[in-house]
């Protein structure tokens, strides 16, 4: 009810009570008082009765305008309250309709008489009664006005979207109510579904474009990005980008450089047409970019951002370094066969004075005037000169001035037996994988050379992998024909075999591919390599008029292709050891203790070749925890002497104080036979020296665990 509806029904209420006064106050007369009265006495009632009269006509006048005002505005309230064009409804606390207007009950699709009485909730979608539920609790307890968008549904199970704005009140006893006002928002709600799809239309196109596409505000902010984008940036998501500057997603260099384009492109209002952008991800993965930046306008014109597309020419750029490099090649091949004649020079001269140095060390340990110190020295003196003696192989390897023993060798058989053997020995974590086809893989090769090749490349590749992957091993056979481009600078017309070996670990920057096989140079952190192993593979393929490549890229891997000579003969049958004449184990577990890598693969593999099963450490200090945890299992210890953290002898002694009597064999490169008894009373079994047969190491294991 309006203001003015409420003046007016006031109005009639004195009217009424105005009449009831007069009456109350006019005295009744008896008959007998009236005959007593006299004539003028009667016309002044009469008068009076006729004023009064008139007067009631008159009040009686106005109550039936104040009346028909108020019926009047009483119906326009309800024609208001009923047509309007949201749904009202008053609702109980325990949420039954209490009234209801007619354009609620159209809404819902019922007569106004079918909602009174029924609870809110029956007509709301059971989807979205939870939020129905939790907005009326909040509004109860609360007090504050509470509104929310959710389905409802009508008889016909038809649904409609609708904005509830509800508001506390009471009714006329004082109980707690609330007053819903229904808002069909279907319209809206469609037209948000339909930019909604559009919106999805356009960013499945811009996503599925190959080209980087953003846009950026006049303060250069990222405020679109599609897929392409968010790649280059290397950003997993649109959240991680949008609102932020070049400043903030890249180097400062190329911030900067991005930076000053776009100003050009936002203060000219003209574009920037196919310029070369350089762009580094987080991950240091270079890439090239041919940009267009373009200004974007608003609806009157003025200029409010820029969009940028860009096309990936990394490709392109690369082919262009390809080329630069195969010219580089070339003098680097120079280069390296400068180096490597120096370096073999040099190592021959070195090589013959460790062997001096050896062999005055050995005699040494043998001198009975010497102490027990001063020999413990000497020893330590051969070891390190029988190491320095394996760098200058290497060199050596490099130098191509190693004596070779080449015949025709299988490379595929060679292969297969290097990845068993890699299978046993690498980590678990990294997989090896052989592919070849059904040709002929023979080569003229140094078997042993070959070995010491593969070798170093799958330990190069274990080290680029600390987290795990994958090393694969493959072969294969191609033909070079006398005007067709070669796979490789410098490779000549004919036959060749291909074996490469590639990894999935770190990868290398191009900055290090141009030293890889430089002697001394490594990528690996001080005290992990001797920067020797590359080069000496390097020496190794060139002494077989072969040809090495390298492809790399940082956080996918390494490749390495290797191109020999094919053979269109047989390989060389070599006789087999006689493994049925050497004594053979029964299973038994034996721990191989040894930090030399390539010497600790072998000794595994010719332990399995006898029938036991190996496990190994790379010092003391290792192995005494594996056999503390595996102690039961392990019937004998086969150690090195000289090793870092714990030598073999500390090891020996360390069983002993444990009071474990697991046997133990020693390897060592010189003669101990002055301290050989005194090991032999703190439980020595044997002691082999280096490099042992394996007729001389399978009779030593045997003796030692059946003694």
């Not at 980087?212 to 997993?236: F, H, P, W």
């Not at 200058?392 to 060679?414: N, P, W």
Request: with cysteine; proline share 4%; charged share 30%.
């Amino acid at each position: 009810m309006t203001g003015d509806e409420r003046t007016q029904a006031h109005q009639a209420d004195d009217l009424r009570a105005r009449a009831d006064e007069m009456v109350q106050d006019r005295t009744v007369r008896t008959p007998e008082e009236l005959a007593a009265l006299s004539p003028e006495e009667i016309r002044q009632i009469l008068h009076e009765l006729r004023v009064h009269q008139i007067e009631l006509e008159l009040q009686n006048e106005e109550l039936r305008a104040a009346q028909e005002q108020l019926d009047a505005s009483r119906a326009r309230y309800f024609d208001l309250y009923d047509l309007a064009p949201v749904g009202y409804c008053t609702v109980s606390a325990s949420g039954l309709i209490l009234e209801a207007n007619l354009t609620a009950a159209t809404m819902l699709g019922v007569a106004r008489v079918e909602l009174v009485r029924q609870p809110l909730s029956r007509f709301v979608l059971k989807e979205d009664q939870d939020s129905y539920y939790l907005h009326r609790e909040r509004l109860f307890e609360s007090g504050e006005p509470q509104d929310c968008e959710l389905r409802m549904v009508k008889p016909d199970g038809a649904a409609l979207w609708v904005h509830m704005a509800a508001t506390a009140a009471q009714d006329d006893d004082g109980a707690p109510i609330c007053l819903v006002v229904v808002s069909d928002i279907s319209a809206r709600k469609e037209v948000e579904a339909a930019l909604e799809r559009e919106r999805r239309l356009l960013r499945t196109v811009i996503d599925g474009l190959p080209d980087a596409i953003y846009a950026k505000d006049l303060e250069t902010r990222k405020t679109v990005v599609n897929r392409a984008d968010l790649d280059n940036i290397g950003a997993e998501s649109e959240a991680a980008v949008l609102g932020k500057t070049d400043s903030e997603l890249f180097p400062r260099d190329l911030a900067e450089r991005y930076y000053a384009d776009d100003r050009v492109v936002l203060e000219s209002g003209e574009p920037m047409l196919d310029h070369e952008e350089r762009l580094v991800r987080p991950d240091g993965e270079e890439r090239w970019l041919l940009t267009s930046k373009l200004p974007l306008r608003d609806s009157v014109g003025r200029v409010v951002g820029l969009v940028g597309i860009g096309r990936d020419i990394t490709e392109r750029k690369q082919a262009q370094a390809e080329r630069e490099q195969l010219l580089a090649q070339v003098q680097e091949q120079e280069r390296l066969a400068t180096v490597g004649r120096l370096a073999a020079g040099i190592a021959h001269d070195f090589n013959n004075i460790m062997a001096t140095i050896i062999l005055y060390a050995q005699m040494m340990v043998q001198s009975e005037a010497l102490s027990k110190a001063d020999r413990e020295r000497a020893s330590v003196i051969t070891e390190q000169g029988w190491h320095a003696a394996r760098l200058v192989e290497q060199i050596l390897d490099f130098g191509r001035r190693t004596m070779l023993d080449r015949r025709s060798c299988d490379l595929l058989a060679h292969l297969r037996t290097q990845a068993e053997l890699l299978g046993r020995t690498l980590p678990e974590s990294i997989a090896i994988e052989l592919e070849h086809g059904e040709d002929d893989y023979v080569v003229y090769a140094d078997p042993t050379r070959m070995q010491v090749m593969i070798t170093n490349l799958a330990v190069n590749a274990r080290d680029a992998m600390p987290d795990g992957g994958t090393l694969r091993l493959s072969l294969e056979r191609i033909t070079v024909g006398p005007d067709a481009a070669p796979p490789l600078m410098g490779l000549e017309a004919g036959e060749w075999v291909r074996l490469r070996v590639a990894d999935t670990g770190t990868g290398l920057a191009p900055e290090a591919l141009a030293h890889l096989f430089e002697p001394f140079f490594t990528t690996k952190e001080p005290g992990k390599g001797s920067g020797l192993g590359l080069a000496q593979v390097y020496g190794i393929v060139v002494q077989h008029e072969g040809r090495i490549g390298v492809e790399s890229r940082v956080g996918e891997g390494t490749a390495f292709s290797i191109y020999l000579p094919a053979l269109n003969v047989r390989a060389t049958e070599t006789l087999p050891l006689d493994m049925s004449a050497m004594p053979q184990g029964k299973g038994e577990t034996v721990l191989v203790v040894e930090d030399e890598e390539v010497l600790r693969f072998a000794l595994r593999e010719i332990l399995e070749m006898l029938g036991y099963r190996a496990l190994e450490a790379t010092d003391g200090e290792s192995a005494l925890a594996l056999i503390e945890a595996q102690g039961a299992q392990i019937a004998l210890v086969l150690s090195d002497v000289v090793m870092p953290k714990m030598g073999g002898v500390a090891l020996l002694q360390a069983l002993r104080e444990k009071r474990w009597e697991t046997p133990v064999i020693l390897l060592t490169g010189h003669p101990v036979n002055s301290e050989l008894e005194a090991l032999r009373a703190q439980g020595l079994s044997d002691w082999v020296t280096k490099p042992p047969t394996i007729e001389r190491l399978a009779q030593a294991l045997s003796d030692a665990l059946h003694r």
